[in-house]
């Protein structure tokens, strides 16, 4: 197995990412919780090398506003319940949030809220996976890898561009 990672600049700060045989398997922020240490990041990859530049291209252009849904190659490994979950996150419409609890309806298991939110906790890739979309029943923010600073920025940032509410100066 082939493991190497890249850091790149983004609005929401360095992202280190992580790709395992190819394909995209980790995205991590700075001060990010469940953050491994560096040493499992593998070795050092060539930002130009496939998936980091097609990671880095769709990024510029989801920050720049151009971009609503990701389309890369992506490793992610987990529970059978864990990769559901964040199969659905990808449906959430950009701009718009579910609940822990519906997304646990839309997967098919209504009484697991809480599961669903530690699934959404463990999602290797943020902002990728749009786990930032996911909020309290009441509609508050709840917890996020990233912190909640950048989920909130996040949310903002995404219902601006799809013209949902006016914020200005998010990133």
Same mark, same amino acid.
């Given at each position: ?29 700075? /001060? ?16 130009? /090398? ?122």
């Amino acid at each position: 197995m082939s493991v190497v990672h890249t850091v790149l600049e983004s609005p929401c700060g360095p992202l280190t990412l992580v790709a395992t045989d190819g394909a995209l398997s980790h995205l991590y922020m700075t /001060d990010q919780r469940h953050r491994p240490p560096e040493e499992d990041f593998g070795a050092p990859g060539d930002p130009g /090398d496939a998936p980091f530049a097609e990671t880095a291209r769709q990024l510029a252009a989801y920050f720049a506003g151009e971009l609503t849904r990701f389309d890369l190659p992506l490793a992610l490994h987990g529970t059978p319940f864990q990769r559901r979950v964040w199969a659905a996150l990808q449906e959430i419409p950009y701009g718009t949030t579910v609940s822990y609890g519906e997304l646990a309806g839309r997967i098919g298991s209504p009484g697991a809220s809480r599961a669903v939110g530690l699934a959404n906790g463990r999602n290797p890739v943020g902002i990728i996976v749009p786990c930032h979309r996911v909020v309290g029943a009441d509609g508050s923010l709840t917890g996020y890898g990233g912190g909640l600073d950048r989920k909130r920025r996040l949310l903002a940032f995404e219902r601006e561009v799809a013209g949902t509410e006016e914020q200005e100066g998010l990133f």
